[in-house]
């Protein structure tokens, strides 16, 4: 990684710099790349869980539906594995840390994440999309309301939730069910304003969140790539720092600021 990142020269940090600071709505759509630099295993590619143990079933949100109380006590069973172990344990890095320096900088006005890690809040970013879930909420199915898993009772399975009794499953998103109408809702008022993506640690090659990037880039607006790998982006973005994002977008955010400041004296 560190190789990579020394590779990337100190002016493509400076033209990236210079192209967020010149945009009026930058936003970033961020991925697995951030939590594999917390320690989270992916779930695709080179030592990924789904690639060690095969793809889960496509229809997951269906068997939940067929079977809440059976999906609930399998989910249960898995506290510990290889999934959930690491994301407890797991902490921000400096990545999402930068991320939230750019925000309260007030240069960056959303992320929208596909991490369901919670790594983004933790961290205190505020203007945020988590558009596959959390891992550490727990939502209605009826009304969208979330609540901590720890403040849900599961002494009976399923839970009902609190305010409107409705069946409750994991906020993580799961395969085929849809995204939450709140979330798709505010990813896309919030990415119809922007002028420029930050692509950190995704290909993007996954939908609907890969449309929200796209999209701006289609609008003419501007497309950044920080990827320790090229995507299938690259060749559409104006500038792809190969790195990891824990280097490098504290390595761009450092820059950035001290360009602002110098604009501003
Ligand atoms: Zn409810």
């Known amino acids: 990684m560190s190789e990579s990142s ?17 945009a009026d709505y930058p936003i970033a759509l961020t991925g697995a790349g951030m939590s594999v630099e917390s320690g989270i295993p992916p779930f695709r590619g080179p030592g990924g869980l789904w690639t060690k143990n095969g793809e889960p079933p496509m229809n997951g949100f269906q068997i939940f539906m067929a079977d809440p109380k059976r999906a609930w006590e399998a989910r249960l069973a898995r506290q510990h594995d290889e999934l959930y172990a690491p994301l407890r344990t797991a902490r921000f890095n400096p990545g999402h840390q930068a991320l939230v320096e750019l925000e309260q900088m007030g240069v960056l006005r959303f992320v929208i994440t596909q991490n ?4 983004h809040r933790q961290a205190g970013q505020q ?4 558009i596959h879930g959390n891992w550490s909420l727990i939502r209605c199915l009826e009304c969208g309301s979330r609540y901590p898993w720890d403040t849900v009772s599961l002494a009976v399975l399923p839970p009902r939730c609190g305010k409107c009794g409705g069946l ?34 995704t290909s993007a ?19 950044i790539e920080i990827n320790l790998y090229e995507s299938e982006l690259t060749a559409q973005c104006d500038i792809s720092l190969r790195g990891g994002s824990a280097v490098m977008m504290p390595r761009l955010t450092a820059v950035l600021a001290k360009k602002r400041r110098a604009a501003m004296a």
């Open 168 to 201: 409750m499953k994991s906020d993580t998103v799961a395969f085929g069910e849809p995204i939450p109408p709140d979330v798709l809702k505010l990813c896309a008022e919030r990415s119809a304003l922007a002028d420029l993506v930050i692509l950190v640690g």
């Open 116 to 119: 369901i890690d919670d790594l």
């Open 6 to 22: 020394a590779a990337v020269s100190e002016l493509e940090i400076l033209e990236a710099a210079d192209m967020i600071l010149e």
């Open 127 to 130: 203007e945020l999309a988590e």
């Open 205 to 223: 090659t996954v939908y609907p969140a890969a449309g929200f990037a796209l999209q701006v880039k289609e609008r003419g607006g501007r497309m």
